[in-house]
């Protein structure tokens, strides 16, 4: 294989956002074109050396983490074929503030998915290559265990997903839900499909590889219901006009060997959070045959509440063969329906403190303190209490939180206990334990500090302990 020649850095920020700069108009290649970081390897560098060295050089950031290798191709310039090794990178630095290299570059921009025409601005070639990584870049996703890649065609850069996209097909168990495996050419068919859906919604589906060894674990995102399709009609009936305007469903396939892991639930949540976070949705909605037990409990999980019923081409219980009017079960996810719920744990706190008099205050810390919260964040509750080892004992005051499980145990540092729950939508609620040293005032604590000043929400506080905390910590006193 030709040696590396040069590297590109795909610098992703935390709303996903590729970093780009414009090149000078007098550069001698590409003059005022938008670009990516990077550049040539210089004698005796490793690519990973020039990768390191081309972002310190071109915008003052320190490479803090080389994510994944995005792309490894081949480019012609003057009859010179260049191999390019294009890594997505991560950064410590002010990302608010690059400094842009004299005489090279003279604007810079942060690239979601509706800036990615950027690219294509004086790109008088009409070659849509460099959009396109970037492209795939902006809209990967990664949860704890999964590389989730939006499903795309060769394009010169990228192989493409239709290999893979076949083997998920070929799954006995994919094959089974959906009839049938897919030829090459029907693969590829759909793949384009997928590629077209991404361009025109702005969303679609992705393969999910395990994180770590690259395996193949299945396909599944969103796709937007074409309107005024049968499903679509029956589906807005069920759960409304205000899902009516994004038309936006959730799905997933999985092989066999990924299924009891947990991958679905992780897939399922970066749906949500794509739909709600990027997409600003209101709504989506997940649907299954009735028979699907196993894609039921994952809606579940997803905190995805149960619309009801529509009919449509499935299987059907007790019966061989796909049938043209199957019952499908149909899930909803609905940021205010959540929110709901969420109010709901506040006051179900509230009431179970007001029967224990150890228990001093109680507040609600993170994002949704600070209404900045995603479809799938959890519930952070704080408890002040004079007699915290009562909670470490025994589990039985959790039901008061609608507990049905118990996710973890963590303790952090030398006054927080965690208790992280789950209830029956699927919300999970970390319930943090700590003495009423924990809001103490004179000093305040540096972990208590990060802790208020990031956004609390005081729910009960009967002594105004946490009101003086709140205080103390340059915030408005806290309205009960």
């Known amino acids: 294989m030709r040696a590396v020649d040069c590297v590109g850095a795909l610098i992703r920020d935390e709303q996903h956002r590729v970093y780009l700069q414009r090149r000078t108009a007098d550069r001698r290649l590409l003059p005022g074109i938008w670009d990516i970081v990077g550049g040539h390897l210089e004698p005796g560098e490793t690519a990973e050396e020039a990768l390191a060295r081309e972002v310190e050089e071109e915008t003052g950031w320190k490479v ?28 410590d630095g002010d990302l608010a503030r690059p400094r842009l290299e004299a005489g090279k570059h003279d604007l810079s921009a942060w690239a979601g998915p509706e800036d990615l025409d950027l690219l294509m601005v004086n790109r008088t070639d009409g070659d849509r290559r460099l959009r396109d990584l970037v492209a795939h870049a902006v809209r990967t996703r990664f949860t704890e265990h999964l590389r989730l890649e939006p499903i795309t065609g060769p394009n010169g850069v990228l192989p493409g997903h239709a290999a893979d996209l076949q083997r998920v097909f070929a799954d006995p168990w994919v094959a089974r839900w959906y009839d049938g495996t897919l030829s090459a050419d029907q693969a590829a068919q759909q793949v ?3 590629q077209a859906g991404w361009e025109r919604d702005g969303a679609g589906k992705w393969i999910a590889y395990d994180r770590t060894t690259g395996t193949l674990v299945g396909r599944g995102g969103l796709s937007r219901i074409p309107v005024g399709t049968p499903t679509a009609e029956a589906i807005a009936e069920l759960v409304g006009p205000e899902w009516a305007a994004d038309r936006l469903e959730l799905g997933w396939a999985l092989v066999e060997s990924a299924r009891g892991r947990g991958l679905a639930t992780e897939l399922g949540r970066a749906g949500l959070d794509y739909a709600f976070g990027t997409l600003r949705a ?5 649907f299954t045959e009735q028979v699907n037990s196993a894609s039921q409990a994952v809606m ?5 509440q149960y619309a009801g019923e529509i009919r449509a081409e499935g299987w059907a219980p007790g019966v061989a063969d796909v049938q043209p009017d199957a019952p499908f079960a149909v899930y909803v996810a609905n940021h205010s329906v959540r929110r709901r719920e969420v109010d709901e744990v506040a006051d179900a706190a509230v009431r179970w403190a007001e029967g224990r008099p150890d228990v001093r205050g109680i507040a609600m810390a993170g994002s949704w303190a600070r209404d900045a919260a995603r479809m799938t964040s959890d519930v952070d509750l704080i408890v002040l209490t004079d007699s915290p080892s009562t909670y470490l004992e025994s589990d039985d005051w959790l039901g008061a939180f609608g507990a049905v499980a118990v996710v973890r145990r963590e303790q952090w540092g030398p006054q927080v206990r965690e208790v992280r729950i789950q209830r029956a939508s699927g919300l999970e609620v970390e319930v943090d334990i700590t003495a009423t040293a924990w809001a103490a005032t004179d000093p305040v604590d540096p972990g208590t ?4 000043t990031d956004g609390v929400r005081v729910l009960y506080d009967p002594d105004r302990l946490l009101a003086g905390l709140v205080r103390a910590c340059g915030g408005p006193e806290a309205d009960i």
């Open 192 to 194: 384009a499909a997928h």
């Open 300 to 304: 579940k999980r997803l905190g995805m």
């Open 282 to 286: 209101s709504s989506v909605i997940a």
């Open 449 to 452: 500090r990060r802790v208020v």
């Open 64 to 91: 803090r983490d080389v994510v994944w290798t995005v792309a490894d191709w081949e480019w012609e310039w003057q009859g010179r074929v260049r191999r390019e090794v294009d890594y997505l990178v991560t950064v």
